[in-house]
């Protein structure tokens, strides 16, 4: 699949201001009648997370981050924290000074407007807000509550006054209730780049892109808010956030704007069955596809490994990406891995 010059379009609005899906998506979103039948009449057997807390903690362990070891030259460091939310490391200079930006944090126990009800977490977070190290920008990718928690965002707000929040369109009206001052928060729409310094000599440029997903927090408002992915350049690299997406002509057009990456973030879970999720979340397969069409020299699978969302077994996301690589031919087939909770990788940042 080639790109289309259509998807090198910012994004459009409707008369009412919402925002629209590009024709060649073809996105019929999946409703609730189409999720309830599908439920009746398949009966899937669930992913299956066991209530076991030590097969947990073997399956899937969850590890304490560190943050004081040096980062090598020409290379950051990236840890996950569970689910889509990533921190990345990015040094300036060679006395420790450095960029931390963190994508997607969602801290809290359940992703729901309410923490009692709604998907709960199987694995706790690596840590809490008052555990992280100093961050410099969180990037949002879009409103559902996997991704964008009230709870977290307070606290963040709270702990760093001056962090610099980077959003699509319209995602201000639920930052400014909580806090975040106006003037903190840089909106963009599809392909806008801002740039911005850090610490004095740390210059980032932050570019929205479109995925294929939509926006949604309440029960009338889908698409009143714009979603995508990031692409972060500077200090050498390039860092590409794609959110939650499924797989389209998009990713080759982000490559076609701004080259190869030297690490990403891609969803691999949250996938099945593929008549309900397909238009929204992409398979590890997809995700492969993804890696390579965007040229990331390293990527993380995201989006698994965290809370009950779809009907895959709970270990399928990792052991399929895993299966999946071992046979590539066209990448390292060490270029594309999963990570526990908590653990953190030194990658190359520095493109040659």
Not at 137 to 147: A, E, G, K, Q
Request: charged share 20%; with cysteine.
């Amino acid at each position: 699949m080639s790109y289309r010059e259509e998807d090198l379009k910012p994004a459009q609005r409707d008369s009412s201001g919402y925002f629209l899906f590009p024709e060649h998506w073809n996105f019929q979103q999946t409703t609730l009648g189409k999720f309830l039948k599908y439920r009746w009449t398949n009966s899937p057997p669930g992913p299956q997370v066991p209530t076991d807390k030590a097969e947990l903690d073997a399956t899937l362990p969850v590890l304490k981050p560190s943050f004081e070891e040096k980062i090598p030259q020409d290379h950051a460091r990236v840890t996950w924290l569970g689910h889509a939310s990533v921190l990345l490391e990015i040094p300036i200079d060679d006395h420790g000074q450095r960029v931390t930006l963190l994508t997607d944090p969602v801290y809290s126990e359940r992703c729901s407007p309410y923490q009692w009800i709604g998907p709960k977490r199987y694995r706790p977070p690596p840590l809490q807000v008052h555990e992280l190290p100093e961050i410099d920008v969180v990037l949002l990718s879009h409103n559902h509550y996997d991704h964008l928690d009230d709870t977290t965002i307070t606290k963040l707000n709270q702990r760093f006054p001056k962090l610099k929040w980077y959003v699509p369109l319209e995602n201000s009206m639920y930052l400014t209730p909580l806090g975040v001052p106006k003037e903190n928060i840089i909106e963009q729409n599809w392909w806008d780049s801002t740039k911005a310094t850090f610490h004095g000599s740390g210059e980032l440029h932050f570019s929205l892109v479109p995925v294929q997903h939509y926006s949604r927090r309440g029960i009338m408002d889908q698409n009143r808010a714009l979603w995508g992915g990031w692409v972060v350049q500077g200090l050498g690299g390039s860092f590409f956030f794609s959110g939650d997406t499924a797989y389209c002509s998009t990713f080759k057009a982000i490559h076609h704007r701004f080259g190869k990456h030297s690490f990403s973030a891609i969803p691999i879970g949250a996938y099945e069955p593929r008549e309900l999720f397909g238009v929204q979340h992409c398979d590890p397969a997809e995700a492969v596809q993804i890696h390579k069409e965007v040229e990331s020299l390293s990527s993380l699978g995201i989006h698994w490994g965290t809370w009950t969302l779809t009907f895959e077994h709970y270990l399928e996301p990792k052991e399929k990406l895993s299966e999946i690589m071992a046979k590539e031919t066209e990448c390292p087939r060490d270029s594309f891995y999963t990570l526990n909770h908590g653990a953190s990788k030194f990658v190359k940042w520095v493109l040659d």
